[in-house]
């Protein structure tokens, strides 16, 4: 069993680099950014580490809760997609990446609460927050830093 600081460390690490990459498709013009993809990360890390506390648990049965899990993954990518894709008549645009990227961990979050795995539960909690509010205020101050500015 992990103690809270590996999970912090862990579940750290991944919001990191999701957010690293996210930074850079931003600095880029695409439609991610470091609060999207930052909260992909995370929500990977969070599922993993909660499949890896109840695989242990005696009373479970592994294979029917893990085939419940990723069809719950799967289809929250589903209603993601319907999130993100707009049509204005002919014209389809991206849009809503960061809503449906946090579609997503919600549902990671309900797994993890459904397991029982309450520490890596509140550090990603935690992290969400902090990519949510403070993520497009990083993202604008690099951008204003970084990116290449058209004459």
Do not use: Y
């Amino acid at each position: 069993m992990m103690d809270v600081l590996e999970i912090t460390i862990r579940l750290a690490a991944a919001t990191i680099v999701g957010a690293a990459i996210g930074l850079n498709r931003d600095l880029r013009g695409k439609p991610t950014g470091v609060r999207t993809l930052g909260i992909v990360a995370l929500g990977s890390a969070l599922i993993v580490m909660a499949s890896g506390s109840f695989a242990h648990t005696a009373s479970a049965d592994w294979n029917a809760m893990s085939r419940t899990i990723q069809g719950l993954i799967t289809g929250i990518g589903f209603l993601g997609a319907g999130v993100i894709i707009r049509t204005n008549g002919e014209q389809t645009h991206v849009q809503g990446l960061t809503t449906a990227a946090s579609i997503w961990l919600t549902a990671c979050f309900g797994v993890v609460c459904a397991v029982g795995a309450w520490g890596p539960l509140l550090v990603a909690l935690a992290l969400a927050f902090l990519l949510l509010v403070f993520g497009g205020q990083v993202e604008s101050f690099v951008h204003s830093r970084l990116a290449p500015r058209s004459e």
